[in-house]
C-alpha cells in the first residue's frame, strides 16, 4: 500500500516540503560543520546542492590519518579534496590548515612529495594558521630539491613535526613570511647556527638529535629575535645557545 501525499500525516508533509535545515543561513550551517570531521562535512554534500556549496566554503580544514583506514585513503581524500576546490568559480579563503599523520610502517609512508601541493594549496588560499604534523617515520621531512613552500605574507602561525630544519630554511623563513610570530619546531632535525627573526614573538624547538650524534657544527645556536616573548626549548642536546 502507497501513501498519497494527502493521506500521509500532517508531519510527514511537512517533512517532504520542507527541508528547514537547509533554509537556515550559510554562516549557522558552517557553524554547525565546524562539529564536523571533514569527511562527515563533505557527505553533507549528499543532502542537498546547497550542502554541497556550504562545505566546500569551510575555513578549517582539519586532516587527521587516525580517521582513514589506510594512507592511501587518507592521501586519495586529501588530494580530492582540493582538487575539488580549485574547482570552484571563485577562490575561497582559508583560516587554517592542518594535517595530523602517524606514519608505522614502510607501507603507511607520507613523503614530501605527498605534502608539498598540499602546503602551497593551503598558503595560495591565505591561510594564517599551518600545520604539518608528522607524528613518527624513519626519517625527517626534507623540502631539498623543491623550491621554499613557506613563502606567505598572510601566514602567523605555523607548527611543523619531523622536519629536516637548517641555516637556509630558517632564512627563508624569516624572509618569506614578514607576518610570521609563532614558531613551533617538534621532534625536528635542527640543523642551525643563527635564527634572526624580527616578527617572531614565540618560538618552541624540540630536537631529534641526541648529544653523541649532534655534528660539531651545530654546538653552537644564535638566536637573535628583539620581538620575543615566549622561547622555549626542549631536548636540543649540548648546545651552547646564545641569545
Known amino acids: 500500500m502507497v501513501l498519497t501525499e494527502t493521506e500521509m500525516p500532517s508531519s510527514s508533509r511537512e517533512m517532504s516540503v520542507a527541508d528547514r535545515i537547509s533554509d537556515l543561513p550559510d554562516e549557522m550551517l558552517l557553524q554547525v560543520m565546524f562539529y564536523l570531521t571533514l569527511q562527515e562535512a563533505v557527505r553533507t554534500c549528499l543532502l542537498s546542492r546547497r550542502w554541497k556549496n556550504v562545505w566546500a566554503s569551510l575555513m578549517w580544514l582539519n586532516f587527521d590519518t587516525a580517521k582513514f583506514s589506510s594512507m592511501k585513503a587518507f592521501k586519495k581524500f586529501v ?9 570552484l568559480p571563485a577562490p575561497v579563503p582559508l583560516d587554517a590548515f592542518w594535517i595530523s599523520a602517524v606514519c608505522d610502517n614502510a607501507d603507511d609512508s607520507l613523503d614530501y612529495s605527498d605534502i608539498h601541493p598540499w602546503i602551497r594549496h593551503a598558503l595560495d588560499s591565505n591561510a594564517w594558521a599551518l600545520g604539518i604534523l608528522k607524528h613518527s617515520g624513519p626519517r625527517p621531512l626534507s623540502i631539498e630539491g623543491y623550491p621554499f613552500p613557506f613563502t606567505s605574507v598572510h601566514l602567523k602561525i605555523l607548527a ?11 632564512k627563508n623563513l624569516s624572509s618569506c613570511c614578514p607576518v610570521l610570530d609563532d614558531l613551533e619546531l617538534t621532534s625536528c632535525a635542527i640543523n642551525i647556527t643563527m635564527f634572526a627573526s624580527t616578527s617572531l614573538k614565540s618560538l618552541a624547538m624540540t630536537s631529534t ?18 620581538n620575543l616573548v615566549s622561547l622555549r626549548l626542549e631536548e636540543i642536546p649540548r648546545r651552547n645557545i646564545y641569545l
Open 160 to 170: 611543523l613535526c619531523h622536519f629536516s630544519v637548517d641555516d637556509c630554511f630558517v
Open 209 to 226: 638529535y641526541t648529544a653523541r650524534d649532534l655534528p660539531k657544527e651545530f654546538r653552537h645556536l644564535v638566536i637573535y629575535m628583539p
Open 79 to 87: 588530494d580530492n579534496l582540493l582538487q575539488y576546490r580549485n574547482t
